[in-house]
């Protein structure tokens, strides 16, 4: 269906090398913490990127309780922000500091992240908190959550209200869509603490959660981990475009291969100074004698381009990530 992607043509290593021996934003561009879910945010010339911290240790699966933030004016430096926000600022949330997104609107920064609700609404649930800067410090704008598993009724399993991706098409409305093996959209009010209307299921093939949404002119693109079990053991990135956000979705195929030593992967999308970026994790980073695991990932970037029709070109994880100036066919 798509253009294979072409041999790079043109390798240049830029920026300071690093101890490791590794160029400043080679892959993975986080590398003194283990960090998960990545979710990009440009604000003016600055690219900030929120991303949840992997404290697992020994065999834990997921041992994750707040949100980081990092920040770039060039791809190749990060900004260390520190943590902006704890899964105990909210008070109605158990544990689970899992994948988020920011968004600015009407002055302030919107941060959507998935939680375990405490026990009034078993199952996971979305959380919103607001900021006036986008490095925090962030407070919980509802004292309650967005959405509960209880608003999903249709899903068979307590985690199916997870990973939010929210986007402000150019009519000024903003959507939520979010999911595991279902995957949901809403509209949100102005206010952009309440879903307004119905929720929508648009799940596309393969569909297991960490959906992204984005627009590039016309169309609009639900990028998300996929997984087809009956050929893959771990996730990809697979995508659908619309002409619409509600859809109907048209499927495109995969769009990456599985993180290296991950079972999961998780696509953020964002348009900086140009260009055009996949951020994903992996889980091949070691740190002392903590090696990568399920819960102890590393956020990783790449070039994304596409191609004359708007589908997107094939992305092949690489060591080099942004460092390499690919020119393709
Ligand atoms: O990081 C915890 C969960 O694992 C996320 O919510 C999913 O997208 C998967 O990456």
């Avoid at 690093?18 to 440009?42: E, H, K, M, S």
């Avoid at 986007?167 to 999911?179: E, H, P, V």
Wanted: some cysteine.
């Amino acid at each position: 269906m798509f253009r294979s992607l072409a041999l790079p043509l043109l390798l240049t290593i830029a920026g300071p090398a690093l101890a490791q021996g590794q160029p400043a934003g080679a892959n993975p561009i986080i590398r003194d913490r283990f960090t998960a879910d990545p979710a990009p945010l440009v604000v003016g010339d600055r690219l900030y990127l929120y991303v949840g911290h992997d404290e697992a240790q020994r065999d834990e699966m997921f041992t994750m309780r707040e949100w980081l933030v990092y920040s770039t004016t060039d791809m190749r430096h990060w900004t260390d922000h520190g943590p902006i926000l704890h899964v105990a600022d909210f008070k109605w949330a158990k544990k689970d500091a899992w994948a988020s997104q920011a968004i600015y609107r009407n002055g302030k920064y919107w941060f959507y992240a998935a939680v375990e609700h405490d026990d009034s609404h078993p199952g996971k649930a979305i959380a919103v908190a607001v900021s006036d800067t986008p490095t925090g410090p962030f407070v919980d704008a509802r004292g309650s959550a967005l959405i509960t598993n209880q608003m999903t009724p249709k899903g068979t399993h307590s985690w199916e209200d997870i990973d939010p991706t929210v986007f402000t098409d150019d009519d000024g409305t903003t959507w939520i869509a979010w999911g595991n093996r279902q995957c949901y959209i809403a509209r949100l009010k102005p206010n952009m603490i309440e879903i307004d209307g119905p929720i929508t299921e648009i799940t596309p093939p393969h569909f297991e959660e960490g959906p992204w949404l984005h627009k590039r002119g016309n169309l609009y693109y639900l990028t998300y981990a996929s997984l087809d079990r009956a050929t893959h053991r771990d996730e990809r990135v697979s995508y659908a475009t619309a002409t619409a956000p509600a859809g109907p979705w048209t499927y495109r195929g995969t769009l990456t291969g599985s993180g290296k030593y991950s079972f999961t992967i998780h696509p953020g999308i964002a348009q900086f100074k140009g260009d055009w970026y996949l951020f994903l994790h992996n889980a091949a980073l070691s740190i002392g004698d903590l090696n990568g695991a399920i819960g102890r990932r590393a956020v990783t970037v790449e070039r994304l381009d596409y191609n004359a029709d708007g589908t997107m070109k094939p992305v092949v994880q690489t060591d080099a990530g942004v460092t390499a100036t690919v020119r393709r066919q």
